[in-house]
């Protein structure tokens, strides 16, 4: 599985804020994921769960299901504006990070959070406007323990994503699996990869 903007196998397509993937990339991604030949899991990472939910709402005939790693968790943003033809993409302003160097990393992480906020506001706008559609999803969520404050109150956050999502899911508790991947980084296509590709299969036998 490689964590870089291109796509990976068993029918997955990973999103993944940066670190190589320009703006124009990430475009043709979602133009090869609806004209495959079969619904793809999507697959994402932290911020990019953004992007994944809101294409999975908008376009859920195109979509088998979702994995969400260690996603980023906001609940409370304001609604904004989409355009109607506006994609769901991360990287407006394109990064041209082409390795995962620290310096590229450092780089793209700082234009990814002070985006932040408006990927936040965009998910308030995509659950208002498009309904979570009866695909299965599964949360993994990252801690390197599970007994210490901050992997507390990361787990915690990530356990109200899940329960948010269970809440609107057409399948209720059963269209959303959580699994907390302990010990395990943020990163965790490059500390748990045998965790996720089961994921993305067992998604696959959901469907």
């Known amino acids: 599985m490689r964590p870089r903007g291109q796509w990976v196998a068993d029918g997955a397509v990973l999103i993944f804020p940066g670190a190589g993937l320009t703006?124009?990339?990430?475009?043709?991604?979602?133009?090869?994921?609806?004209?495959?030949?079969?619904?793809?899991?999507?697959l994402a990472h932290s911020m990019g769960a953004f992007a994944a939910v809101e294409h999975l709402r908008r376009h859920p005939d195109n979509v088998a299901g979702l994995v969400l790693c260690d996603p980023s968790v906001e609940l409370t943003a304001t609604a904004v504006s989409i355009p109607a033809d506006e994609p769901p993409i991360l990287a407006v302003a394109a990064t041209t990070a082409t390795s995962f160097t620290p310096w590229a990393w450092a780089?793209?992480?700082?234009?990814?959070?002070?985006?932040?906020?408006?990927?936040?506001?965009?998910?308030?706008?995509?659950?208002?406007?498009?309904?979570?559609?009866?695909?299965?999803?599964?949360?993994l969520s990252a801690a390197w323990s599970g007994a210490t404050p901050w992997?507390?109150?990361?787990?915690?956050h990530q356990q109200r994503l899940v329960e948010?999502?269970?809440?609107?899911?057409?399948?209720?508790?059963?269209?959303?699996?959580?699994?907390?991947?302990?010990?395990?980084?943020?990163?965790?296509?490059?500390?748990?990869?045998?965790?996720?590709r089961a994921a993305v299969h067992e998604i696959?036998?959901?469907?």
């Open 107 to 139: 780089s793209r992480l700082r234009a990814d959070l002070a985006d932040y906020p408006r990927w936040a506001a965009r998910r308030a706008t995509a659950a208002h406007h498009w309904p979570l559609p009866a695909r299965p999803i599964t949360v």
């Open 151 to 156: 992997d507390r109150r990361w787990l915690s």
């Open 23 to 42: 703006a124009g990339a990430y475009r043709a991604a979602l133009r090869g994921i609806d004209q495959s030949a079969s619904p793809p899991v999507l």
């Open 164 to 196: 948010d999502l269970r809440a609107e899911h057409p399948w209720g508790t059963a269209g959303v699996h959580h699994q907390q991947i302990i010990p395990c980084g943020h990163n965790m296509m490059w500390w748990r990869p045998a965790a996720i």
């Open 204 to 207: 696959r036998e959901r469907c």
